[in-house]
């Protein structure tokens, strides 16, 4: 049955445009970290995004120049990360010294106490400083000046068909300079406003992200958040993101308006992805009411499963987080020591988490990330037939 999915397009009412514009057999877009993630993905017929701004551009390139040597002739995205507002903005962003130069001491001490009251050992070497330990603190290179290095490296790679933005509007060099190259912009949203801006930037693409997706949400959920979105921007396709993994839920987005669906969450658990063990093995065994929204890795609201680590941000008691970079900075050492630790320190396991999505619910064993895409196209197509089924019942005799 999957061989023949596989094999046959995807059926109406999927429109055949999304594919088209990103030259990928199935409307699923998947984010992730990971270059095996997003190869694994782009070849088993959907379009993979690499989340550009966790690394420099020289790293980034040579990401990038492994995953064109696996997809064969298919194209794929680049996720970077320009956040409207931030801490240093108005300077270009910030430096590691610069950002260290911000923290408040009684963060500092906060940090300091956490750790050993969980007793987490310290970092070989006894370093001190390790700004590129944790995505939070990656988002130092979240300006404009370190926009335009990695969108330069993106546009070294032809299989490079898209440039998504979060966090903000697409600015206007980012929109000038990827369509200059034939590219395609994608702007993630969380609020009918946001999109209705993104439309104004003129990007192709709009995402619109529920309050149920990992990583950084709006609080409006996916169900609702969707046809408005439809609704704000068309004619410009729309991917829904937040809560979904399987093909019924690809069928229920695409139900709403939406051309495809944007999925981060479900890779987490693939057996491509690079997330910890330990955070691998909490999220096989955690439901849907075991995540939050924190600022406790990053300085805004960022989904991420519940542990020591949210809980001790959350108590009132103590500091609250830092604004967007500098928690990420401030805490960048700490998530490497508690990373680097959680397989054997009792206190480290408590505290490790990671971002994800409500749908860690489904989320109950590790597949290949090519089996995640055979079960949504199959799942979807299931779901189709079922609905039509019900449709001729209640059109039949007697209706």
Known sequence: MVDRICEAP?????????????GAQYPIVAFSHCRDVVAAVTRAGGFGVLGAVA?????????????????????YGVDILLPAAYEGRERGGLDVGSATGLLPEEHRAFVRDLLERYGVPPLPGGGTNHPGAHPGATLLRASERGGRDLVDVALGHPKVRLVANALGPAPDWLVETAHGRGLLVAG???TVEHARRQRVAGVDVVVAQGYEAGGHTGTVSTMVLVP?????????????????????????????????????????TTREAETHPVVVEKMLAADSTQTVRSRS??????????????????????????????QGVLVAEAQARIGRSAATTPGSRELVNY???????????????RQVVQDMVEGYVDTIAELARAVE???GPGA
């Open 393 to 395: 019942e209640e059109d």
């Open 10 to 22: 995807v059926p109406p009412p999927v429109s055949p445009r999304l594919t088209e514009m990103l």
């Open 228 to 268: 408005q979105v439809v609704d704000a921007v068309a004619p410009v396709p729309v991917l829904a993101a937040g809560g979904i993994a399987d093909g019924r839920q690809v069928a229920a987005a695409l139900a709403l308006g939406a051309k495809g669906v944007w999925c981060g969450s479900v890779w987490l």
């Open 55 to 75: 690394f420099p551009p020289e790293i980034l390139d040579r990401e990038l120049t492994w995953i064109d040597g696996e997809v064969g002739d298919r194209a």
């Open 188 to 190: 993630l949203v969380g």
């Open 297 to 326: 890795l990053t300085g805004k609201p960022a989904r991420q499963l519940e542990s020591a680590w949210t809980r001790e941000w959350d108590d009132s008691s103590h500091p609250d987080p830092l604004p967007l970079p500098l």
């Open 355 to 369: 971002f994800v999505g409500q749908v860690v619910g489904q989320m109950d064993a590790v597949r290949p990330a």
